[in-house]
T-cell receptor
Framework: KAGVTQTPRYLIKTRGQQVTLSCSPI?????VSWYQQTPGQGLQFLFE???????NKGNFPGRFSGRQFSNSRSEMNVSTLELGDSALYLC??????????????FGPGTRLTVL | AQSVSQHNHHVILSEAASLELGCNYS??????LFWYVQYPGQHLQLLLK??????LVKGIKGFEAEFIKSKFSFNLRKPSVQWSDTAEYFC???????????FGKGTTLSVSS
């Protein structure tokens, strides 16, 4: 099976702009989670989608949003970019997201740099 | 709130040395536990996981971890490291009712040949 894919792999934006990142889960996986990875804060959970519904949300401002499509592909959007949003954004997919034996598999990430 | 603590920020070993990376979590209920590894330039990969049963779990590349419930610990071990084990290692916990992984800050392992 193909793994989790994320596009684009690298992005450079300026403060105030908005950005959209895309994630395609492993075939058959219906849950998609997003994480932010920075040197200072490490890996932090952003949100999780299952069957086009946000099921769980981390402690991030409303500038961070996401959605999931009927084919389980997901996008996340960051509006009014700030310098502190520079990070590696990781997408992870799992079969159902909530089962006791569910395991998340990660994509390569999108490296966002905000200037 | 759940949290995960990894005791060592940076570990430096010579090839063939034994490895133990500490991980403690705070959560009173039943949890699922994971170790992920991020090799230089590569994406986060699952090393091993614990859901239930035998507290000693074996993963890929000769790694194993032991879940000690009374100590809220899930330490990662490898008897003999190789240069190719140089990477960053993350411990993560998920409560069984939740969907979010809570990660530790990570431990960078450098192995010299």
């Amino acid at each position: 099976k193909a793994g989790v894919t994320q596009t684009p792999r690298y992005l450079i934006k300026t403060r105030g702009q908005q950005v959209t990142l895309s994630c395609s889960p492993i075939s058959g996986h219906r849950s998609v989670s997003w994480y932010q990875q920075t040197p200072g804060q490490g890996l932090q959970f952003l949100f999780e989608y299952f069957s086009e519904t946000q099921r769980n949300k981390g402690n991030f401002p409303g500038r961070f949003s996401g959605r999931q499509f009927s084919n389980s592909r997901s996008e996340m959007n960051v509006s009014t970019l700030e310098l502190g949003d520079s990070a590696l954004y990781l997408c992870a997919s799992s079969s159902s997201g909530g089962a006791n034996t569910d395991t998340q598999y990660f994509g390569p990430g999108t490296r966002l740099t905000v200037l | 709130a759940q949290s995960v603590s990894q005791h060592n920020h940076h570990v430096i070993l010579s090839e063939a040395a034994s490895l133990e990376l500490g991980c403690n979590y705070s959560y009173g209920g039943t949890v699922n536990l994971f170790w992920y590894v991020q090799y230089p330039g590569q994406h986060l990969q699952l090393l091993l996981k614990y859901f239930s049963g035998d507290p000693l779990v074996k993963g890929i590349k000769g790694f194993e971890a032991e879940f000690i419930k009374s100590k809220f610990s899930f330490n990662l071990r490898k008897p003999s490291v190789q240069w190719s084990d140089t990477a960053e290692y993350f411990c993560a916990v998920k409560n069984q009712a939740g969907t979010a992984l809570i990660f530790g800050k990570g431990t960078t392992l450098s192995v010299s040949s």
